[in-house]
């Protein structure tokens, strides 16, 4: 099973230089699952050839209405019937505008307007010159669109093809893809505020030096991504990793335990879940120095003094929030051998309601992971699937345990 799988997505696209990108959308789409159905305007034909489209979705693409293709001559209503979803990307402002006032002298916006309201969302990809974008036409016009029930999606920041530098870049296809997906996903986390630590930490011995460990980041990164599909607010503080964001995640990199302790606090008031997947370290060097410590000719490494590094998820976990309830924490016992006892005497120690057990040597760096759930009642087993399945069904989990 992909994450699209069994559904049929009507795929618009609107006449803009953002329809280069999406061929690789449509791409994208089909990798997961989907079967796409491709839409266009005569505007956005100037762009980018139906021939192109066709060969990405394997299907013959429409663009008039006047298609005598379909046996009763209605394409627009055949279209939006069959769809679980449409998405148009990109939408022109000129498009928006159209659909603001009901126009429908094209397929794509007749379509649009015969679509059941209620059973077919309808996402909307602006793309548009900074200045487009920016116009109080186009703000009260995706305002206005917003409230008769399309879903507006962001736009990114940057350089334009025209040039100039601002917002109103289309989303990137793997951003539009992560935010057709999360469409699906049920909105189990809806109104809350997801905090999550992530990564490794990095605890400097000198300017060139320091001391890490094997976390890649990626479950705790899978679990942003699956909160925010989730419909949950998510801010992620993550150690040092190689990993892109996930859409609609607000993130916060940090270096050191004592710096992944001063954000998580910062963050902890508001937060109605806390999520401490970071393999933080437990010590750091009590001093660092200043210049490259340098070898001293007699074969021994200069002696290092430590000191413990703040214990972050005991310390919310005792705080007065997560003690009356409003905030609920999660542990990640990284653990080598003797899974059960060491997660079951960690979850204890740190005091929390519920510690996720994994073999760390097991799972560092890879995209799969097997879960031993610890709470009061004793375990289970949850077995090996992607990290992102598993972040899906701990997701679950923890929106069970809030109710
Ligand atoms: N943790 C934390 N702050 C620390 C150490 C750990 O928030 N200074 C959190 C981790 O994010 C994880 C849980 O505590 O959710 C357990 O981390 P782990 O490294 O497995 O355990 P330790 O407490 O470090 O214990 P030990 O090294 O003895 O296994």
Request: glycine share 8%; aromatic share 4%.
């Amino acid at each position: 099973m992909t994450d699209l799988s069994k559904k049929h997505i009507v795929l618009g696209l609107s006449g803009g230089i953002a329809c280069y990108k999406a061929a690789e959308l449509c791409r994208a789409l089909v990798k997961q699952g989907a079967t796409v159905q491709v839409v266009m305007t005569e505007a956005a034909a100037q762009f980018i050839t139906p021939v192109t489209m066709q060969a990405l979705s394997n299907r013959p693409v429409y663009v008039s209405q006047w298609d005598g293709r379909e046996p009763n001559n209605m394409a627009h209503i055949n279209l939006s019937r069959e769809a679980d979803a449409i998405l148009v990307a990109p939408a022109s402002a000129d498009f928006m505008a159209k659909l603001l006032h009901g126009r429908a002298d094209d397929l794509l916006s007749l379509m649009c307007l015969a679509r059941p309201l209620d059973k077919v969302p309808l996402l909307l990809a602006p793309a548009m010159n900074r200045e487009m974008w920016a116009h109080p036409a186009t703000q009260r016009n995706m305002a206005q669109l917003q409230a008769d029930g399309a879903q507006v999606l962001g736009v990114g920041q940057g350089e334009q093809a025209c040039g100039e530098t601002g917002d109103g870049r289309m989303l990137e296809p793997a951003e539009l893809l992560q935010e057709l997906v999360a469409l699906f996903q049920p909105k189990l986390l809806k109104g809350k505020q997801i905090l999550i630590s992530a990564g490794p930490t990095y605890e400097a011995l000198d300017p060139v030096r320091g001391i890490t460990n094997l976390s890649s980041g990626k479950m705790g990164f899978a679990l942003a991504s699956a909160a925010h599909e989730a419909g949950a607010q998510v801010t992620l503080v993550a150690g040092p990793v190689a990993l892109a964001t996930p859409h609609g995640v607000r993130r916060i990199d940090v270096r050191s335990a004592l710096d992944m302790h001063a954000a998580v606090m910062a963050q902890a008031a508001q937060a109605d879940v806390f999520i401490a997947t970071a393999a933080v370290a437990d010590w750091r060097p009590a001093q660092v120095a200043v210049e490259k410590i340098k070898k001293d000719g007699n074969g021994s490494m200069p002696a290092i003094q430590w000191q413990e590094n703040p214990d972050i998820l005991a310390e919310l976990a005792a705080s007065p929030r997560a003690q009356s309830g409003a905030l609920f924490c999660v542990g990640f016992a990284a653990e080598s051998h003797d899974l059960q006892a060491h997660a079951q005497a960690k979850r204890l120690r740190k005091g929390v309601p519920l510690m996720v057990g994994n073999i760390g040597p097991a799972t560092f760096g890879a995209d799969d992971n097997a879960l031993l759930l610890m709470d009061a009642q004793g375990s289970t087993e949850w077995p090996r699937a992607t990290k992102l399945a598993l972040a899906r069904q701990l997701v679950a989990e923890v929106a069970r345990r809030l109710k």
